[in-house]
C-alpha cells in the first residue's frame, strides 16, 4: 500500500468542497479499497421525502474514486452502474464500501455496496476505471 497517497487522498476529501457538503467521512482507504459514510439528512431528500439517489451515488463515487486512486496514479470513472434497492431512513448512517474486483495497467473494475448501520442493502454497484498513470497531482514529492 502506498502510505503517501493514502494520506494525500484523505487530506483531499476534508478539502474538497462537495463531499464537506454531504457530510461524507473517511472510514478507511487501502490498496484498492475504500470505505467511506455519511448521514442522511432532511436536506438530501427527494420530493417523496426519502434520501435522493443522487446523494446515494456522490457516497458510491467518493468510494469508488478512493479505491480507484488508492495506488497513487489518477484513475477516473469510465462506467458506473448502480442498482438501489431501498431508501434508507432520515438520520440513518450510511456506509459505501468499494473493493476492487481486477486491475490492469488501463483499467480497474470495483465492487461497491452500500449499507445502513442495520445492515439494510441501501445500492450496489459495478464500476469501471481507466487507469491514466500519471501520478496523482496533490501527492508531495
Wanted: charged fraction near 25%.
Amino acid at each position: 500500500m502506498d502510505a503517501k497517497a493514502v494520506a494525500a487522498l484523505r487530506a483531499r476529501v476534508l478539502d474538497e468542497p462537495f463531499a464537506k457538503m454531504l457530510g461524507l467521512h473517511v472510514i478507511d482507504i487501502d490498496d484498492g479499497y475504500a470505505v467511506v459514510e455519511m448521514v442522511a439528512t432532511e436536506e438530501m431528500e427527494n420530493i417523496f421525502q426519502m434520501i435522493h439517489g443522487g446523494a446515494i451515488f456522490t457516497l458510491i463515487d467518493e468510494a469508488f474514486e478512493l479505491a480507484c486512486n488508492s495506488h497513487g496514479t489518477v484513475a477516473v470513472a469510465l462506467n458506473v452502474n448502480v442498482t438501489y434497492h431501498r431508501a434508507p431512513a432520515r438520520a440513518s448512517k450510511v456506509r459505501a464500501e468499494a473493493k476492487e474486483v481486477a486491475r490492469t495497467r488501463r483499467t480497474g473494475s470495483y465492487h461497491i455496496i452500500v449499507k445502513d448501520e442495520k445492515e439494510n442493502l441501501i445500492a450496489s454497484c459495478h464500476a469501471l476505471a481507466y487507469r491514466k498513470g500519471d501520478k496523482l497531482p496533490f501527492m508531495e514529492d
